[in-house]
């Protein structure tokens, strides 16, 4: 069997951990590792959430007009366009990155990739956006188009219900003419540089 090579270290400048398994590393440890780690995220966290779009811009689609690549950057588009804001952009454009590889939970995807770096506002329509567009699929089977309304009277209802309609389920017009990746990538990076909030007990909610 070949000798395999360790990975190679992000920044020249940095220490490999000599031990492997998690229970022998000391503090010492532990504190190089969540150092190099926070050096790590702010040079890479944005553009491994970037890869996870990317990945599907040449797919093919399964009966849509667009592929889900297309669709995401349709409903960033509509929302900048509207003149929202950057975090609002940001969101439409990561709403359905899990669409295709997590379809039954990819709210709770999109809320968990952001939730600690957006608004209530935004982690609550991302969890539960895929809920609300039951709406617009009245003849879809074994759908309750009405199932959104035990939420009515929450305070992110109407933000959702909006984002839904406005951005979400119309966003799949193959005519639509979209701004590139490229405008939408410092709006990632400034979103993914904010200070992030710990959302752990609030995924663990029914709301």
């Not at 017009?173 to 710990?198: G, H, N, W």
């Not at 007990?201 to 029914?206: A, H, R, T, V, Y």
Request: net charge negative; aromatic share 10%; hydrophobic share 35%.
């Amino acid at each position: 069997m070949p000798e395999l090579s360790r990975s190679p270290l992000a920044d020249p400048g940095w220490q490999y951990l000599e031990k492997i398994a998690l229970e022998d590393l000391s503090r010492d440890d532990w504190d190089l590792l969540e150092g190099q780690r926070q050096v790590y995220l702010a040079r890479h966290q944005a553009e491994q959430a970037l890869r996870l779009l990317t990945a599907s811009e040449h797919d093919p689609c399964f009966g849509y007009q667009v592929n889900n690549y297309r669709h995401s950057l349709q409903s960033a588009t509509m929302v900048l366009r509207d003149g929202l804001s950057e975090e609002d952009v940001v969101v439409a454009l990561l709403h359905d990155v899990g669409f295709i590889a997590c379809p039954m939970l990819h709210g709770d995807f999109a809320a968990t990739l952001l939730g600690a770096y957006v608004s209530d506002r935004n982690h609550w329509m991302l969890r539960h956006h895929a809920t609300f567009q039951n709406l617009h699929s009245p003849n879809m089977p074994g759908v309750n188009q009405h199932e959104r309304e035990r939420w009515r009277g929450h305070e992110h209802f109407d933000w959702t219900a909006e984002f839904v309609a406005r951005y979400d389920q119309a966003a799949a017009d193959p005519a639509y003419p979209c701004e590139p990746l490229q405008t939408f990538i410092p709006m990632v990076k400034s979103i993914f540089s904010r200070k992030p909030q710990d959302r752990r007990s609030i995924n663990k909610e029914n709301p």
